[in-house]
């Protein structure tokens, strides 16, 4: 029996992450922008994908690139206007795709009203909203929790003279989300955008949301090495994952069901067995907890596919499963794996059961790009240089073609462009039937074709060294992927898998239309799906 998630548009369909400083800009300001994202709609549509989220498009001061929000309800300027952002919603639902925002309810920017009203003194009917606590003994931080960009994250207020809580930078205010008003006032938000037509939100580091009501110090980290982050030092117990927050969790989805066919997509780096929470009892939470499992795992086959064991066991009955494969805040697949395994990483993400998100530019096989220390924008490699923590490598402009500034912009862009963009770029590759980019067409296109593949079961096969294998099926058919993580050429005894049919597609893009006789070979670095001919199937 099906679970009734399948037939969700979130569920069977692809999304596509774009963070709108870095996709194309309109206006020629060197940052990308509303305007520039409808103008490029049509390369969307015609890569497939069935959804674009966008990262922060909110007034922001831009301490940490838009996830630092002064006004919930209105566009920064360098994106655009609420004028731009509707013709977006139009224009977005006119060519069939989806829409859907960021949510930032954790923190504010330190020059949201709220948070200058809250600051204002100790009996403001705001001082509430957010997590206020007087002094230690000794005049230092409340505690010492840890701000996740670097230091405490405990920043004292001379007016006041207390301290407030910051999961992030002191200019990113965690609000109380323990005090009911705060909690409306974020609803109330909420439905401002799904009246407009949004199709849902990914909400931002949605399991820090509820703190330790007694502010307990978090325990040391056992595991901590010098050069991990100086937060890592620490287990976060007290201050995320919190078990009050599924309840809020389960109020924001009660606010989605308020509309139709919307959708709740959780941020959420925690082990698999913590985050299928988030799935909410009765799967009244989020619909696609975001599962980053493949961003830090090692890319080795035999620990892939116990991740993906380990990952679908986890799954609550009926919850419906997601994979990520790369995003703004971790180092492009590309890079991560090698410009080959970025191939077999496409096929495993579009071959994978749950919904696929994908990451701006990783399509065209964006690298991470190398950022000099006189170009670095982003707070985080700032406040803690040297460890490789900077996140400005993978937002650098998406390369469209090879004009001055890849076709992003007539002017400098914000970020420098890769190196090579003049090579590798959407023109250079949409005409070579080989690219990357058209192994990512072929793909989705093939997921949407094949009902096993958007929503099949999935049933791993066993394999050894390099070789990961696995089949999708349903009552009508199955499908067989493999793909090989290493170099070296690999082969499948046909017989061992019991399948009959010929390949759909190489990552290779080289072998369509190939019989699988008795044995089935893989290059170094090549994955194959193989089904049922089109014409074999009735
Ligand atoms: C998670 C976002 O993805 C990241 O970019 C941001 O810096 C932090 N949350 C703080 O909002």
Redesign the pocket.
């Known amino acids: 029996m099906p679970s009734p998630a399948i037939t969700s548009w979130w569920a069977l369909g692809v999304l596509y992450q774009i963070y709108p400083r870095s996709f194309q800009d309109a206006d020629g300001d060197g940052v990308g922008d509303l305007k520039g994202i409808i103008a490029r709609l049509p390369y969307l549509v015609d890569l497939g994908v069935d959804a674009i989220w966008l990262s922060p498009i909110f007034p922001s001061p831009m301490a940490?690139f838009g996830?630092d929000i002064a006004d919930y309800v209105g566009i920064d300027p360098l994106f655009g206007t609420m004028d731009d952002f509707d013709a977006l919603v139009a224009a977005a639902h006119g060519a069939g795709l989806k829409l859907i925002l960021d949510l930032?309810p954790?923190?504010t920017s330190d020059q949201h009203p709220w948070f200058i009203e809250s600051r204002s003194s100790r009996d403001n009917p705001k001082r509430d909203w957010y997590l206020w606590r007087d002094p230690a003994p000794d005049g230092g931080p409340p505690n010492n929790w840890l701000s996740e960009f670097g230091g405490s994250g405990w920043q004292y207020d001379e007016r006041t003279q207390q301290y407030h809580y910051h999961a992030?930078l002191a200019q990113?205010p965690d609000l109380n989300w323990r005090n009911p008003d705060v909690r409306a006032a974020v609803y109330q938000v909420m439905r401002f955008w799904l009246r407009k037509g949004v199709d849902g939100f990914r909400v931002?580091?949605i399991w820090h949301l509820i703190k330790d009501d007694q502010f307990r110090d978090n325990p040391p980290n056992p595991d901590f090495r010098p050069g991990m982050p100086p937060h890592a030092a620490l287990h976060p117990v007290y201050s995320a994952d919190r078990p009050e927050t599924l309840q809020v969790v389960a109020e924001m989805r009660r606010v989605i069901d308020e509309f139709d066919a919307r959708v709740l997509i959780g941020?959420i780096y925690l082990p698999i067995e913590r985050l299928v929470a988030y799935y909410g009892e009765g799967l009244a939470g989020a619909q696609l907890p975001f599962n980053f499992a493949l961003l830090s795992a090692p890319w080795h086959a035999r620990t892939l596919a116990a991740l993906i064991e380990r990952y679908e066991a986890a799954l609550p009955p009926g919850a419906w499963p997601n994979w990520v494969l790369g995003?703004?805040?971790r180092p492009r697949v590309a890079s991560r794996v090698g410009p080959a395994q970025a191939r077999v990483a496409a096929m495993l993400l579009l071959t994978l059961r749950g919904t696929p998100t994908m990451y701006y530019g990783d399509e065209i096989g964006m690298q991470q790009v190398p950022i000099a220390p006189d170009q670095v924008r982003d707070p985080?490699e700032k406040n803690v240089p040297g460890i490789g923590v900077g996140?400005d490598g993978c937002r650098t402009p998406m390369q469209w073609d090879a004009t001055e500034h890849a076709g992003f912009s007539s002017a400098e862009p914000w970020l420098p462009l890769a190196a090579d963009s003049a090579q590798e770029n959407v023109a250079n590759l949409n005409p070579d039937a080989q690219s990357i980019l058209n192994l990512y067409r072929a793909l989705i296109a093939l997921r949407k074709r094949l009902p096993q593949l958007a929503h099949g079961d999935y049933a791993p096969l066993a394999a050894d060294g390099d070789l990961l294998l696995y089949r999708r099926h349903d009552a009508e058919g199955s499908v067989l992927i493999a793909l090989n993580l290493g170099a070296e050429p690999v082969s499948v005894v046909s017989e061992t898998i019991g399948l009959d049919g010929e390949i759909l597609l190489s990552t290779a893009m080289d072998r369509g239309g190939e019989r699988v006789g008795s044995e089935l070979s893989l290059r170094g670095h090549e994955g194959v799906i193989v089904g049922p001919a089109p014409d074999d199937v009735v």
Do not use: K, T
């Open positions: 940490d996830y930032v954790n923190h992030f990113q931002d580091v941020e995003n703004h805040d985080f996140r």
